[in-house]
């Protein structure tokens, strides 16, 4: 009788990574000219970020460096998720972006009926924010993995503890 096989379907991000990369968009920021006398910073908070500076234009630079350091060290900017930009203290705006990790609902089900509707001989099921995937051929977990490559569900995917 075959083995089962499986794997788990999760949307996280590393948090080093994110660290690392706050690190060098902050370094680049107090290095550029464009920047000199700016009150311009990123902060790095539990589970979010927090951009602030001058002015929307500015704020708009620090995003985009923010978001090219990310892209360089793996980090995908489908984890963010920007609020809206409000005024601060000392004449600056500033922005919440908050990290999305786990899977929703809505998500593992749309994930759930995707590999149903594929007729893909594989078994998924729900397991909190994360979505398992088992089935006796390692070749269907893979055309699983493809066909979920190539969908945008709008969320980061990683596909880990294939066994």
Same mark, same amino acid.
């Given at each position: ?6 794997? !788990? ?14 690190? %060098?968009? *902050?370094?680049?920021?107090? %290095? ?5 006398? +700016?009150?311009?910073?990123? #902060?790095? *908070? ?17 995003? @985009? ?25 000392? @004449?600056?705006?500033?922005? #919440?972006?908050?990290?999305? *990790?786990?899977?929703? %609902?809505?998500k593992a089900k %749309? ?13 998924? +099921?729900? *397991?909190? !924010? &994360?979505?398992?995937? +088992?089935?006796? @051929?390692? !070749? ?10 190539? &969908?945008?569900?709008?969320? @980061? ?7």
């Amino acid at each position: 009788m075959a083995k089962e096989s499986s794997f !788990d379907i999760v949307s996280q991000i590393d948090m080093q990574e994110v660290t690392n990369a706050v690190h %060098q968009a *902050q370094k680049e920021i107090e %290095q550029r000219f464009d920047f000199k006398n +700016s009150k311009s910073s990123i #902060e790095l *908070q539990e589970n979010k970020l927090i951009l602030i500076s001058d002015d929307d234009f500015k704020l708009h630079n620090v995003t @985009d460096i923010l978001e090219s350091k990310l892209v360089k060290r793996q980090v995908s900017l489908k984890a963010l998720d920007y609020g809206k930009i409000s005024p601060a203290a000392g @004449d600056t705006v500033r922005q #919440e972006v908050n990290f999305v *990790q786990g899977i929703s %609902q809505e998500k593992a089900k %749309q994930i759930n009926k995707m590999i149903k509707d594929s007729k893909i001989k594989v078994s998924s +099921s729900i *397991q909190g !924010d &994360q979505v398992r995937v +088992s089935g006796k @051929d390692k !070749d269907d977990l893979q055309a699983v993995i493809a066909l979920l490559r190539k &969908q945008d569900l709008g969320i @980061d995917l990683q596909f880990i503890n294939y066994r």
